[in-house]
């Protein structure tokens, strides 16, 4: 097994998630836990299975099973972070806003949920674009 099939995967998670906090302490809401968050430009789950399917093809060939595995655990990666994280994250933010409307005594019985889990189809565009760069580089 090569390096390269460990390494572009995980280089384009790091990069990902680094452009993610530099974005957002372009609006001012620079965090770094933000560096370990879901959500947000780009998609570092886009990008990690993007450089891994890219580097399986590159090492294995376009038409091998193990390229053919790895492009559908992207497909399966990719539409769970822009379709039902999405949902989730929008569901805890509506519930945030209920919970919001409850007296404060009661408010405080609820934990404040996660409102960023999911991406847009430009993010996970963003993160594919990346990891595949990523895995052509190296």
Partial sequence: MSYKLLLAPIL???I???IKVIIDSAKGEFSWSNFNSYGGMPSSHSAIVAALATEVGLQTGWLSAAFALALIFAFITIRDAVGLRR???NHGKVLN???KDL???E???YPHLEERLGHTYMQ???GILIGIIIALII
């Fill in 124 to 126: 996970a565009l963003a």
């Fill in 87 to 89: 949902y989730l994250g």
């Fill in 103 to 105: 007296p404060d005594y």
């Fill in 107 to 109: 408010e405080d019985k």
């Fill in 97 to 99: 806003m209920l919970i």
């Fill in 12 to 14: 384009a998670l790091i």
């Fill in 16 to 18: 990902a998630q680094l």
